[in-house]
C-alpha cells in the first residue's frame, strides 16, 4: 500500500485501491485507520521512519561550510533520483500533491515529510553558525531558501514533464544555487 500510492499511474489512489494494493478490504482499512486522510498520513509516517537515518546523517557535517553545502545539494540530488521502487522525488511529490488537494493531509505532509527536511538542513546550518563559517542568520529559512528551488527543479523536471518540454540542466542549477547561497550566507 505505501509503495501503490506512490506510484503515478493514478493520480490519487482512493481508498478502495489502497486497500487492494493492501491485500485488506475498505472496512479493515477503515477500522484500523479511519478514512483516506488517515490512511495517507500513516503512509507518510511509515516514509518518514524509514528515512529517519538519513535525516540524522545529513543533519550532521564536519565539512567547510562550502564543501558542506554542495556535499548536501548533491546527495538531495541523487536521492531524489536513485532508480529506486520509490524516489525520495516520488515520496516528496505525492506529499506535497496529497497534502495542498486535502486539508486533512496537509499537516500530516508537513509533519512527516516537508519539515523533517528541513529541520536536518538548519541542523547543519546551525554547526555552521556556530563554527562562525555561516552569518547569523534564521537558519529555517535559509534551510527552505536552499531547499525549495532544488525541489522544484526536481518537480519540474521528473514529476511534472519539464524533462520532455522544458529541459533543465539540473547539475548546473543545482551549482548555481549553491553558488547563491554561499554568497548570501558565508560568514566574512
Request: some cysteine; glycine content about 6%.
Amino acid at each position: 500500500m505505501t509503495t501503490r500510492i506512490m506510484r503515478r499511474e493514478i493520480a490519487r489512489p482512493s481508498l478502495r485501491q489502497l486497500a487492494d494494493a493492501a491485500g485488506v478490504t475498505v472496512p479493515t482499512l477503515r477500522h484500523y485507520f479511519g478514512g483516506r486522510a488517515e490512511v495517507v498520513s500513516a503512509i507518510l509516517e511509515a516514509y518518514r521512519a524509514a528515512g529517519e537515518a538519513r535525516l540524522r546523517a545529513l543533519a550532521e557535517t564536519t565539512a567547510p561550510f562550502e564543501e558542506s553545502i554542495r556535499t548536501y545539494v548533491t546527495s538531495l540530488l541523487i536521492a531524489v533520483q536513485a532508480p529506486r521502487e520509490v524516489k525520495l522525488g516520488d515520496v516528496f511529490a505525492v506529499s506535497i500533491a496529497e497534502g495542498l488537494l486535502d486539508e486533512q493531509i496537509g499537516p500530516a505532509s508537513l509533519k512527516y515529510i516537508v519539515d523533517p527536511s528541513i529541520e536536518a538542513l538548519k541542523i547543519r546550518l546551525d554547526r555552521h553558525v556556530e563554527r562562525g563559517e555561516m552569518i547569523a542568520t534564521d537558519t529555517r529559512a535559509a534551510a527552505l531558501m536552499l531547499l525549495s528551488p532544488l525541489l522544484i527543479g526536481v518537480l519540474h523536471q521528473h514529476h511534472m514533464g519539464g524533462a520532455q518540454c522544458a529541459p533543465v540542466d539540473l547539475d548546473r542549477t543545482a551549482t548555481e544555487i549553491c553558488d547563491a547561497f554561499l554568497r548570501a550566507y558565508k560568514a566574512p
